[in-house]
């Protein structure tokens, strides 16, 4: 496994913020390392479902990239392999939401993780446990 420092953990944020699927959802990583991540968004008006609220959609993009993030945290390629997915209540608009993500367990290829998005008041909105295959090959932006 590859060592995480500072230059990586830098280096990280930038490519997660160069994601086009980053710009378009407006994600903003806010924290990351080795099976931990924070992961943060507005919900807008251009976000509603036909219900005028916020899509579901929208809420798993930022439950993934929180995922994406906690479980590359660790300097090497890792996939979704399974997300499960729950909503418990509905966000309002104009809030930030925040999905912080930690890690339950991480064998030799398979990891989980359990993702827990909230609003400022700390309601929980929605979470999700998901699994992850985890590769040897270091991300190729790792600091070795």
């Given at each position: 496994m590859t ?36 992961v943060s ?64 367990h991480a ?38």
């Amino acid at each position: 496994m590859t060592k995480v420092d500072e230059t990586f953990l830098a280096a990280f944020k930038e490519r997660v913020a160069a994601q086009e699927i980053s710009r378009f959802w407006r994600l903003e990583l806010e924290e990351v390392g080795p099976g931990r991540a924070k992961v943060s968004m507005v919900c807008r008006p251009e976000m509603a479902n036909i219900l005028g609220m916020v899509h579901g959609s929208a809420i798993f993009a930022l439950v993934d990239e929180a995922f994406q993030a906690a479980v590359n945290g660790h300097g090497t390629v890792a996939v979704a392999l399974n997300m499960n997915l729950t909503f418990h209540a509905a966000p309002q608009m104009g809030e930030r939401l925040t999905a912080s993500t930690r890690e339950l367990h991480a064998g030799r290829r398979t990891a989980t993780y359990f993702i827990e998005v909230t609003d400022p008041k700390g309601t929980l909105i929605a979470s999700c446990q998901a699994l992850a295959y985890r590769k040897d090959t270091p991300l190729e932006f790792a600091v070795v």
